[in-house]
T-cell receptor, first 112, second 114 residues
């Protein structure tokens, strides 16, 4: 019930392509869904986040698509660049404490 | 830009020893968290801290763990008697006041228990 399932585990995309990472959750009480980006040797950094009252949120080349009925959300990276190569984590939380339940992570490699 | 810092970056200890991991959250933040990531596994929530007390803790956070904010700047995680399975990357995070959701993470402390 508390799990967030993330796929794929790794992803290789050509420069300029679209990277898509998917997450699914079970607990309908989750009400905050962030995506974090992590570079080697660094802590995770918030990339973009969404609440379940909207189906899509876009910030620059990064878009979250949210499907409440399917309990799924995904990250789309448009025009992927080598600098986007990193590990991406989806997460979810509920309530006001915001402790995060994490997906397993996706290692994204953008080939030049 | 303000950032969360953690020390040490790496720590090697013997099983049964006590370790203290230190974090300096962003200065005006009020909410503090510890997470850990065992190699190859998910990031897991350990504990959250607000107003000088634990607000939530996971089942991982047993009596061997404790947290403290000993002064106005540091936030520490103590493991009293380390076990082999405590080997992990430990991340500290902080968050501003109530309405702000974003957690800012430190670079982590890699703990190796031998």
């Amino acid at each position: 019930q508390q799990q967030v399932k993330q796929s794929p585990q790794s992803l290789i995309v050509q420069k300029g392509g679209i990277s898509i990472i998917n997450c699914a959750y079970e607990n309908t009480a989750f009400d905050y869904f962030p995506w974090y980006q992590q570079f080697p040797g660094k802590g995770p950094a918030l990339l973009i986040a969404i609440r379940p009252d909207v189906s899509e949120k876009k910030e620059g080349r990064f878009t979250i698509s949210f499907n409440k009925s399917a309990k799924q959300f995904s990250l789309h990276i448009m025009d992927s660049q080598p600098g986007d190569s990193a590990t991406y984590f989806c997460a979810a939380s509920k309530g006001s404490n915001y402790q995060l339940i994490w997906g397993a992570g996706t290692k994204l490699i953008i080939k030049p | 830009e303000p950032e969360v810092t953690q020390t040490p970056s790496h720590q090697v200890t013997q099983m049964g020893q006590e370790v203290i991991l230190r974090c300096v959250p962003i200065s005006n933040h009020l909410y503090f968290y510890w997470y850990r990531q065992i190699l190859g596994q998910k990031v897991e929530f350990l504990v959250s801290f607000y107003n000088n007390e634990i607000s939530e803790k996971s089942e991982i956070f047993d009596d061997q763990f404790s947290v403290e904010r000993p002064d106005g700047s540091n936030f520490t995680l103590k493991i009293r008697s380390t076990k082999l399975e405590d080997s992990a990357m430990y991340f500290c995070a902080s968050r501003a006041h109530g309405g702000r959701e974003t957690q800012y993470f430190g670079p982590g402390t890699r703990l190796l228990v031998l």
